[in-house]
C-alpha cells in the first residue's frame, strides 16, 4: 500500500513460513512503475533470505548480556571508555573500590567521574596515549580514595571502539613484600646461620652468615647443591638418621654438628632445625638456624683435658656459666649468669634444685638431667624466670667432672636464645603467610586466563557467522555499481576478520600464561603460503588505494613451520604495514632464501 498508494519505497524484513513448516526471515525490496497520469503499472523488486544474519544478530545480543555478567562477576575493576574518553562501562568492583556509582558515571567523561589529582592526570594522559597509540600501558600508582590510600596496578588496553582498563587492588600485597624485606634484613643481619631446603633437600637460601662460616657464595649452593656439602665425615651415620626420621616426623631437632667448609676447615656448630608446615601440616621445605660454637667447643675440650678450673676464662665468658657439685648444690656462677637470671651471686650459691630461675619444676623433671656418667649432657634448651618476673630461653649444655672415677662436679654452660626463638616463631609464621598469598595469586591469576578464554570464545562464537554473512553479502554486490555499499561492506568485512585475529591474539595470551603454547610444525610451501596471505590481504590494501607487491623466489624449499602462526604472524605485519603506510603508497613483500635461512620481509613507504 505505502509503495502503490503513497509511492513510497518497498523495504521490509518479513518472516516467512516455507512449505515443509520451516521459517525463514527475508527482506522484501521493489519499486512501483507509474503511467504518465500517476497510475501504477507494475512492480518489481527481489527477496533476499537474511535468517543467517538474524541468527548472528540474536547471538551477538545474547554474547554482549553473557559479556556484561562476566564483567560484573570479576573482583577486579574493569571500566571501558570510548574514543572521547567517556565511560561506556562501570562494574560493580569500581563501584565498591573508587566510591562511584555506575549510574552515575555511565556517559560521563574520565575527568567528571575521578577527582582532580596528579593520579588522575596521569591516568588520563595515558588513556590517551592508548587511544592514540593503540598500544596497551600498564602502570602502577598510589591513590588516595575515600577508605584510604591503596596501590594499584592499571592495566589500560585499546578497543575497536575505545579502550578498556583493568585495574588490580595491590594495596596487601605491597605491605606483605616490605614486612617480608624488612624479615630477610633482619635475618642478613643476624650473626646466625640460617638456610632453608625445599621437601627434596635443595638448599633454597642462605643467609649472610652462611657464606661467611662455610666460605660458599649464594650463586654456589640456592638451587643447586644439598647440605650434603657441609657434611665432615666426623659425624655417625646414625646421628643423620635419627635426624632425619626426627624431621619427617615433623619434630623440631637440636644438636651440635660437626661440619665441614669449604676451605676444608672443621666448625662446630649448635644447630636448630626444623620441618616448615602448610596449612594442611605436609612439609613443605626445612629450615635450620645455626651457631658456630668452634671456640666454646675447643674450651670445653681443653676445660675436659685438664680438669681444673680457670675462674679467669670463667669469669670473662660472655656466656653465662654455672658450677654445680655433685649433690646438686651451686659451686660458681659467672658474672654473666648473674645478669641473664638478674640474681646476685650472694643469693645463688648454695642453693639447690629447685633454683630460683626454674619454673615450677622439681629436681625429678627438671632439664638439667644430671648423670654420673662421664659424659655431655645436652644441649638442651629451657625456659627461665628471671629475678624480675621476665621469661627468658637459654640452650644449656652440661658437662661432668670427675677426679679419680669419682663425680666431683657438674659445669653448665648458657646461651640466651631469646631473640633467635622469637625470631625463628616469627619467620616461619611469616614464612607459611607468604606461602599462602603466593598461592592466592597464583589462582588469582589462573582465574584472569581463564576470564580471557572465556571472554575469547564468548565473542568469537557469533563473529565467525558474521564473517560469513559479510562475505556473501559482498559477493552479492559485487556486480552492483554502488561504490558507497561495496566499500563500506568491504570494511564491514575486513573490520570482522581483524577482530577475529585479535580473538585469535586474546586466546594466545592465555596459552602463553598457563604455559600451554604450543607450535604445530610441519612441511610448509612458504611461496604459497605467502601468495595466500597476500591474497586475503589485497582487499585492505585495495580499499587504502594502497599497491601490494608480491616478490617470491623460486628456489625457496618446504620448511618445518607452523603455517597457521605463520600466517597470523604476515597478517599482522601486513596490517601494520598498510595501516601506517601511506594511503595511495605502496606495500611490499619480499621472501627469499640467503646464508642458510629464509627471510621474508614486510616494506611500506610510511614514516618509520
Request: charged fraction near 25%; glycine fraction near 6%.
Amino acid at each position: 500500500e505505502n509503495a502503490v498508494v503513497k509511492g513510497k519505497p518497498h523495504n521490509v524484513d518479513l518472516r516467512i513460513t516455507r512449505p515443509d513448516g520451516s521459517r525463514r526471515a527475508v527482506v522484501s525490496r521493489a519499486k512501483v512503475y507509474f503511467n504518465g497520469q500517476g497510475t501504477a503499472i507494475r512492480m518489481s523488486g527481489t527477496v533476499q533470505d537474511i535468517s543467517e544474519r538474524k541468527d548472528a544478530e540474536s547471538a551477538l545480543l545474547l554474547s554482549e548480556a553473557q559479556y556484561r555478567e562476566l564483567s560484573e562477576s570479576i573482583t577486579e575493576v574493569f571500566l571501558a571508555f570510548d574514543n572521547e574518553l567517556r565511560c561506556t562501562y562501570w562494574n560493580k568492583a569500581a563501584e565498591a573500590l573508587l566510591g562511584v556509582p555506575s549510574a552515575k558515571a555511565v556517559g560521563k567523561q574520565l575527568t567528571e567521574i575521578i577527582p582532580a589529582s596528579v593520579q588522575r592526570n596521569k591516568m588520563e594522559k595515558v588513556c590517551r596515549s592508548v587511544l592514540r597509540d593503540k598500544k596497551p600501558y600498564r602502570y602502577v600508582d598510589t591513590l588516595q580514595l575515600a577508605n584510604g590510600e591503596h596501590v594499584l596496578d592499571i592495566n589500560i588496553n585499546p578497543s575497536s571502539s575505545g579502550a578498556s582498563v583493568m585495574i588490580y587492588d595491590i594495596t596487601k600485597q605491597r605491605s606483605h613484600e616490605q614486612e617480608l624485606r624488612r624479615l630477610r634484613m633482619a635475618i642478613e643481619a643476624s650473626d646466625e646461620v640460617v638456610f632453608m631446603t625445599n621437601p627434596q633437600g635443595i638448599i633454597t637460601y642462605v643467609n649472610h652468615q652462611f657464606t661467611i662460616l662455610y666460605g660458599y657464595d649464594t650463586q654456589d649452593v640456592v638451587g643447586l647443591l644439598t647440605p650434603r656439602i657441609l657434611k665432615s665425615g666426623k659425624m655417625e651415620p646414625r646421628d643423620y638418621e635419627v635426624f632425619w626420621r626426627a624431621m619427617l616426623g615433623k619434630q623440631v631437632v637440636n644438636g651440635e654438628i660437626v661440619n665441614k667448609t669449604k676451605d676444608g676447615r672443621f666448625v662446630t656448630v649448635e644447630s636448630s632445625s626444623s620441618p616448615i608446615l602448610d596449612e594442611n601440616g605436609a612439609i613443605i621445605g626445612f629450615f635450620a638456624i645455626q651457631r658456630d660454637i668452634t671456640l666454646r667447643k675447643e674450651a670445653e675440650q681443653y676445660l675436659a683435658e685438664i680438669h681444673t678450673f680457670n675462674s679467669s676464662i670463667l669469669e670473662n665468658a660472655p656466656n653465662p656459666i654455672i658450677v654445680v657439685n655433685s649433690d646438686y648444690s651451686i659451686r660458681y656462677v659467672n658474672p654473666a649468669l648473674e645478669a641473664l637470671t638478674g640474681y646476685s651471686r650472694e643469693e645463688l650459691l648454695g642453693c639447690n634444685i629447685p633454683y630460683p630461675w626454674l619454673i615450677d619444676v622439681g629436681i625429678e623433671d627438671t632439664s638439667w638431667k644430671f648423670s654420673d656418667q662421664e659424659s655431655v649432657t645436652g644441649p638442651s634448651e629451657q625456659l627461665i624466670r628471671r629475678k624480675n618476673g621476665e621469661l627468658r630461653w637459654i640452650r644449656l649444655l652440661v658437662h661432668p667432672f670427675s677426679e679419680n672415677g669419682k663425680l666431683q662436679y657438674f659445669l653448665g654452660n648458657w646461651v640466651d636464645i631469646t631473640e633467635r626463638k622469637q625470631m625463628e616463631e616469627r619467620y616461619l609464621a611469616l614464612y607459611v603467610q607468604e606461602k599462602t598469598q603466593r598461592q592466592e595469586l597464583e589462582t588469582e591469576a589462573k582465574s584472569r586466563a581463564l576470564f580471557i578464554d572465556v571472554l575469547a570464545h564468548e565473542l568469537r562464537t557469533p563473529l565467525s557467522p558474521l564473517i560469513v554473512c559479510l562475505g556473501m553479502l559482498q559477493e552479492t554486490i559485487a556486480a552492483d555499481k554502488n561504490a558507497l555499499a561495496q566499500r563500506l561492506v568491504g570494511n564491514a568485512y575486513e573490520s570482522a576478520w581483524n577482530l577475529a585475529r585479535r580473538l585469535e591474539d586474546l586466546l594466545d595470551i592465555g596459552k602463553y600464561s598457563r604455559g600451554t603454547f604450543t607450535l604445530n610444525k610441519q612441511p610448509t610451501d612458504l611461496g604459497k603460503l605467502v601468495e595466500e596471505v597476500v591474497l586475503r590481504f589485497k582487499p585492505t590494501t585495495d580499499q587504502r588505494g594502497q599497491k601490494l607487491t608480491v616478490a617470491i623466489a623460486e628456489d625457496i624449499p618446504k620448511t618445518e613451520v607452523d603455517p597457521s602462526r605463520l600466517e597470523q604472524v604476515l597478517m599482522n605485519l601486513l596490517s601494520n604495514a598498510s595501516k601506517f603506510g601511506t594511503e595511495k603508497g605502496n606495500v611490499i613483500i619480499n621472501a627469499r632464501c640467503g646464508d642458510g635461512e629464509i627471510l621474508i620481509e614486510v616494506k611500506d613507504d610510511g614514516e618509520g
